[in-house]
Each structure stands twice: as structure tokens, then as C-alpha cells.
């Protein structure tokens, strides 16, 4: 019955726009928000990432990524981080700042608010679990619609699920997603409801390359070898190996102050005290080094860049999942 009827639900978001990449698929996002809903406020969270234009640059919320540029009636919330944020786990908390943020810092009224469901460039944070349920609900009564952002978390790499967004229970009205859908290809797009579509019929919207017939036929591709090598099964099955591995790793170094994530998303915050939480930012600089020197990539995330992004190809096995702690092991008993 759950199941019939998320399929249900799924079924709105009918409409497709394809751009060519993530940071153009949110642009657009935010536009028919705005229209759609008749108000200018867009909620973020603190910490995210949505893109580097002169628009998403102020969705983004890393003063790493940021110029000192207007944001527009842009503000950002409370990062529901389980690991540093200020209520720890507790969804209810976050959400009620929400709510305070609507009551004192707008008309009442919101066009949207957009997040990530596991932050990516923030350092692979796994929102407070049953956050988006509640937020959800306080913007769509403020007179919002509710934007994922899949372009990191989607196509089954979160393993447990195929969209991040599903992993928080709750259905958006709009989802972007870009970077997985075509595999390095210029590839995005945008999926919402018929109704929240409408309002671009208002004027001429255009995009050269969008949807042009090279990418589209390599992101057909991807999405079939997605689903016949049964990706998202294996990211589930690899990820599990992967994070078990490390967490054993972290009672061995005390630098591992959180491993965290889900399939093949992974992230590994390196702090110089646990207690305090202190980053270990030139201890993650050295070790970064060291891993490309013993022929292993990883990315860095975070605003203090001391959080490993363990977001491999989905060919990942379990075997590189073991050279990758070997090395780091390695690498960790050398500092």
C-alpha cells in the first residue's frame, strides 16, 4: 500500500526541462518557484551547495564557494547536521527555526525552499532524520514549494534508495538533478508537476544545448546500464562495506571524528580534538597528499576542507573500498 501509493505521488512530477548542468537546472528551479508561487523568499540550508551563477551563488551557503555578491532574497537556515549542528539529531528543533525564520525574517509568505538531502560539497552531511517531513509541510503552508537537489544524491548512489530524497520519506515539487544522469556528459534537468510548469508557458524559455540529441542518447545509455548492472544494489552493498570498514578504522585514529553517509557517498570528517570537534585542517591537507602519492583520489568538502567526500564512480568495488582504507590507514599512521 506505502508502495502504490509513493508511486502515486511520483506520478505528478510529469514534466521534464533538460539543461546542461546542475548549477543551470537550479537557476531554472528557482525561477518557477517564484512565478509559481507569487513570492520572492527562497529558504536554504547553511552549509549547502547549489551552484556557483550570479543566482545560485547565493543558495550556496560556504563562504569558500561565494563572491561578494547581492543574493536576493535569499536566506539560510540551520544546517541539521546529526555531527556539529546546535540541536544534534533533533529534526523538531531545526524545523522550528524554520518556522521562527518565516514568523520574523519574511512577509509570511515563501516562494521555496531547496535542499540537498545528503550535502555534498558541505562534506557528505546526512540531514536530521524526518527533517524534510517537517519543513516540507511549514513552506508549503507559508505558500512554498519544495526543492531537491539531486544532482549529487541521485540515480541510486545513495544505495538505500534511488532518489536522497526518499530516504527522508516525503515527495517534492520540484527535483533537480544533473552530474550522475549522464556520466560526465553536459547533462541536468528538471522534473515538477504540470501545474508548477504551466507558468513558464508565460513567456519564451530556451536553452541551445539543453536536451540536444548527443547528450540525450548518452544519458539514455547510462540510465539503461544504471538498471541492468543493478547499480543502486551495488552501491548499497559496497557503501555498507566501505563505511563498516571505517568505522572500524576510526577506533584505531582519533583524527576520525565522523564517518557518515549512506552507499556510495561517503564522508569522513577529520578533527584534531574530539571533544571540541576541532578541524583538523592541516592534518587532512598532509593526508590528502599522502593518499594521491599512494594512488588513491578522494575529494575534500566542508567549509574548513578537513571532510574526506568518499563519491566514487559506481564501479567502485569492495575490493578498492579496501585499498582505499588500507592506504588511509597507512597514511594516518604515518602523521
Known amino acids: 500500500m506505502q508502495c502504490n501509493l ?17 548549477t543551470e537546472a537550479n537557476e ?11 513570492n520572492l523568499g527562497i529558504i536554504a540550508l547553511r552549509n549547502a551547495y547549489h551552484g556557483g551563477s550570479s543566482n545560485t551563488i547565493g543558495l550556496t551557503a560556504l563562504n569558500t564557494w561565494k563572491y561578494p ?19 544534534g539529531s533533533d529534526a523538531s528543533r531545526y524545523a522550528e527555526e524554520v518556522q521562527d525564520h518565516i514568523d520574523h525574517g ?48 541521485g540515480f541510486g548512489r545513495t544505495g538505500s534508495h534511488y532518489w536522497g530524497f526518499e530516504t527522508q520519506g516525503v515527495i517534492p515539487d520540484i527535483v533537480t538533478m544533473a552530474k550522475g544522469i549522464g ?38 545509455a547510462v540510465l539503461k ?4 548492472e543493478k547499480r543502486q544494489e551495488h552501491c548499497a552493498k559496497v557503501g555498507s562495506h566501505l563505511v563498516e570498514r571505517l568505522r572500524v578504522l576510526q577506533q584505531t585514529h582519533d583524527i576520525i571524528g565522523d564517518v557518515r553517509g549512506r552507499g ?35 575529494g575534500k568538502g566542508g567549509l574548513h ?21 588500507d592506504a588511509l590507514d597507512y597514511a594516518m599512521s604515518k602523521l
Open 106 to 153: 519574511s512577509p509570511g509568505k515563501v516562494a521555496s525552499f531547496i535542499a540537498e538531502t545528503i550535502q555534498g560539497v558541505g562534506g557528505a552531511v546526512e540531514l536530521a532524520p524526518g527533517y524534510l517531513k517537517l519543513v516540507y509541510d511549514i513552506v508549503r503552508k507559508a505558500g512554498g514549494v519544495c526543492i531537491a537537489d539531486e544532482v549529487q544524491t
Open 28 to 38: 531554472l528551479a528557482m525561477m518557477m518557484a517564484r512565478l509559481y508561487s507569487g
Open 69 to 87: 555578491i547581492p543574493q536576493g532574497e535569499i536566506h539560510h537556515v540551520i544546517n541539521p547536521n546529526p555531527y556539529r549542528g546546535v540541536f
Open 305 to 325: 576542507g578537513n571532510v574526506f567526500r568518499i563519491k566514487p564512480p559506481m564501479c567502485f568495488n569492495k575490493d578498492d573500498a579496501d585499498f582505499l582504507v
Open 183 to 220: 556520466n560526465g556528459l553536459p547533462l541536468g534537468a528538471v522534473v515538477t508537476t504540470p501545474e508548477i510548469a504551466s507558468v513558464m508557458a508565460q513567456k519564451i524559455q530556451f536553452n541551445t544545448f539543453g536536451g540536444n540529441p548527443v547528450c540525450s542518447a548518452g544519458g539514455l
Open 264 to 298: 556510495l557517498m561517503v564522508g569522513i570528517e577529520l578533527v584534531s580534538d574530539r571533544t571540541k570537534k576541532t578541524p583538523a585542517k592541516a592534518e587532512t591537507a598532509i593526508l590528502f597528499e599522502k593518499l594521491r602519492e599512494l594512488g588513491v583520489l578522494v
Open 6 to 22: 509513493l508511486i502515486l505521488l511520483l506520478l505528478e512530477l510529469q514534466v521534464v526541462y533538460f539543461v546542461n548542468s546542475g
Open 225 to 228: 546500464v544504471i538498471d541492468a
